[in-house]
Every structure is written in C-alpha cells, then in structure tokens.
C-alpha cells in the first residue's frame, strides 16, 4: 500500500482561540496524552501564543506552526508576518490558504502561492488548504476545483522543496460545521488532489506526499477517515481546542 509511504500528520489549527496563558496549559495537558505517537503531531497557533507555545511543547513530539504567513521577507506590511520571522522563532509548520482566509481576508490563488514559496524558502513545511464550496460541489465542480487550487498554489514549488508541503483538503462546507465528509468523499478529493500533484510531478512523487483531510474531523469520526487510502492524517480546528478528542485523533493516525 502506498499510503505506508507516507508520514500521516495530525495537525491542530486553532484559529483565534486561545490566550498565551490558555495555549501553555493546554499543550501541557496534551503533552502525555500524544506522547506515543507514531504520526507527526503539530499545533498552529495565533501569531501571539508561539512563544508560549514553544515554550510549552520543548521536549516534547508536539511541533509548533502558525496560521498564516506573508510572502515578502520584510517592509511596509503592517500586520504581517515573514517567514524568516516564524522560523526564527522555532515554528515548523505554517498554514496557507485556508478558507478562513480565502472567504474573510481576500486571500486568493495567487497569494496562496506566493505565500507558500516565501514559507517552503525559509525552510518551514507549509500545509496548503484546498477545499469546495456545497455550490461548487453541487455543480459537479469538485475535481476541477481541486486541481486547479493545487496545481496553483504549487505553481514554481520545485520537486525537492514539494517534500515540505501538506495539503490539506478541506471541504468548505465540512469546516466548524459538524457535517463531515463522507470517508469516501474525503478519499476521493484527496485523491483528486494527488492526481493534480501526479500530473503536474509525476506519479511517483505524488505518492509520497502527505494529503490530510480537515472539516469536521473529530474523536468519533477520525478512525474511519484517517483509514482511507488517502486519507494521510488530518488538519483539526474544533477538536484541537480539546486535549482528550485531539489525543484520540492522534491515537487514530497512530495505528
Ligand atoms: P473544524 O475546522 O475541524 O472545526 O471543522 C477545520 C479547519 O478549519 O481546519
């Protein structure tokens, strides 16, 4: 099975939730519950609680990572963050182009893409969110949409530096929704996103990377999910705020 190939990554996306003080008590309740995992585990985290969050996981198997990234190394972008910043601050991982972002700040294709290259740059993984709306899902859009967000915010990533990248397909209308994908429904746009990486690389490296499902992902439904062929671990906003339901997730993507 090619799914054995690749690392399964749980990662926790907590939005803006979370005090600094709120973020080192819950990484500590975390801490001995995923200690024995087997997949990655990671926690992206509001720009002012990576300090504390840091902090909190050293020693641990718990990876911190942000939410977002601005493409320009330094300037006049007042509010934003470089990813020579993040990396210097210990983060691994980095969050791009999530619907959030998509839907609230104008984050569009190409700005994901510039994003991505400024991170994936700087040495830091960066898990790229792909995702449709119920309207574009209804129209028959799905596969199309899909490629076409993967392919560009991939656009000039070079083969080497695609061993950095997470996607994370995240339906539009499974996220902080409590409605899931189906297991087969988060199959097959993970698989319509391989496709799009298999096209645009090659097959063989679009076996080796990682594709998470997100939407919805929880303690009850993670075990099914994370079981699909490729289905490579899962990108967890809700249930990430919880220390017992994150744990589960892990312990899913661990067996
Ligand atoms: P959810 O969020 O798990 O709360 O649906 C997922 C995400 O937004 O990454």
Known sequence: MNKALRKAVIAGNWKMNKTPNEAKALIEEMKPLVKDASCDVALCVPFIDIPAAIEAAKGSNIKIGAENVHFKSSGAYTGEVSAEMLKEAGVEYVVIGHSERRTYFGETDQTVNLRSLAALNAGLKAIICVGETLEQRELGYTETLLKYQTKMALTN????????????????????????????????????????????????????VTIQYGGSMNAGNADELVAKENVDGGLIGGASLKAPDFAKIVAAASK
């Open 157 to 208: 990533v070079t083969k080497e530096q695609l061993k950095n990248v997470i996607i994370a397909y995240e339906p539009v209308w499974a996220i902080g929704t409590g409605v899931t994908a189906t297991a087969d429904q988060a199959d097959e746009g993970n698989g319509y996103v391989r496709a799009a990486i298999a096209e645009a690389y090659g097959e063989d490296v679009a076996q080796s």
